[in-house]
């Protein structure tokens, strides 16, 4: 489900798909309120850099506690929003929020089925890709969770997972936090771009 914009401005082909607590700001365990919203260290400084490449870039967000009655749709779109204006006051930009208020696979009881839009299924990212007419192929995911990068390999979308371990072999890359996956992103939009100058 798109949380924002309410009308959708097309102007890449591909995008950074950011998954957002844990990754941009602090999870504090189901962050919801304004109160709590803390930027991660060099994230200020990394969605600035990302705001200057020809992505959107997009937030993709399980928010399982709208489901388990922990707050409601309209705190979360607060919280969003006020991650929005603190992003774009370092000089950042967010294009869309995308979010699942059902519940995560692990909140699942027996016989219960999994929605489409809860990572690690790529419902979210499917639907972004709609919406702004995408080539996920040509697109990545970053995030700290393996959800992330499962969602990402489901529509081939190149995964970085941020992580202290890089041992990992799922994702297509690791990254200490969002300020190294940046780097990763741009070098690999540098690579691509010689590639099709030859």
């Known amino acids: 489900m798109r949380d924002w914009p309410e009308g959708i401005i097309r102007r890449y082909p591909i995008a950074v798909f950011l998954d957002r607590d844990g990754t941009i700001n602090v999870d504090t ?5 304004i109160a709590d919203l803390q930027l991660l260290p060099r994230s200020g400084e990394a969605l600035a850099s990302l705001a200057k ?45 995308y979010y699942c208020p059902h519940r995560e696979p692990k909140d699942l009881g027996v016989g219960e089925v999994a929605c489409f839009c809860s990572k690690p299924a790529p419902g979210l990212l499917v639907e972004a890709a709609r919406d702004f007419e995408l080539d996920l192929s040509r697109s990545f995911v970053i995030g700290d969770k393996v ?52």
């Open 53 to 97: 490449l020809p992505v959107h870039v997009i937030v993709i967000s399980n928010q399982a506690g709208i489901a388990l009655g922990m707050y409601t749709r309209e705190m979360m779109s607060a919280f969003n929003r006020e991650l929005r204006e603190r992003v774009e006051r370092q000089g950042g930009r967010i294009d869309a929020f």
């Open 147 to 198: 959800s992330d990068v499962e969602a990402g390999r489901a529509v081939r979308s190149y995964s970085v997972l941020l992580t202290k371990r890089h041992d990992i072999q799922s994702p297509d890359a690791v990254a200490d936090d969002l300020f190294e996956a940046v780097r990763i992103v741009e070098q690999h939009l540098r690579q691509a771009a010689l590639a099709r100058a030859r």
């Open 29 to 33: 365990h189901y962050p919801h309120r």
